[in-house]
């Protein structure tokens, strides 16, 4: 059974978990994503397979289905879900790891430590 972790309007399955990649879907009902953030160790690359996915990385742009958007580590960025309908996506992020800021999140682990551990910088 894979790990689910369960964000408000934002659900992500456990795809995958090695040292190589973190593979993760996404399911975000509308209004659901993430505010800015910043990957210091590694890519993410956001492929939509149904709906329409915002995403900011200095350029707003919509990724539809069947698109991807790679952004590279260091890219501060956010991303939304801002239709009336369900957007499923994949994140592909390489080398892997970022599984653990989420395991922490539903633990009990603070935010900002747990955001710490993982690379993340949000703001």
């Not at 689910?4 to 399911?27: H, I, K, M, S």
């Not at 890519?43 to 350029?59: A, K, P, Q, R, S």
């Not at 991303?79 to 994140?91: D, H, M, Q, W």
Request: overall charge negative; hydrophobic content about 40%.
């Amino acid at each position: 059974m894979s790990e689910v972790f369960d964000l408000g309007p934002t659900r992500l399955r456990v795809v995958a978990a090695t040292d190589e990649a973190t593979v993760l879907e996404g399911e975000l009902q509308p209004g659901g994503g993430s505010t800015w953030h910043t990957h210091t160790l590694e890519e993410e690359t956001i492929l939509v397979v149904e709906g329409t996915l915002v995403v900011n990385d200095g350029e707003r742009r919509e990724v539809g289905a069947g698109d991807a958007h790679v952004l590279r580590r260091g890219v501060r960025h956010a991303f939304a879900n801002e239709t009336e309908g369900l957007t499923r996506v994949y994140f592909v992020c390489t080398p892997g790891g970022l599984e653990r800021f989420f395991r922490d999140l539903v633990s009990g682990v603070p935010a900002d430590d747990a955001a710490k551990r993982a690379g993340l910088e949000f703001g």
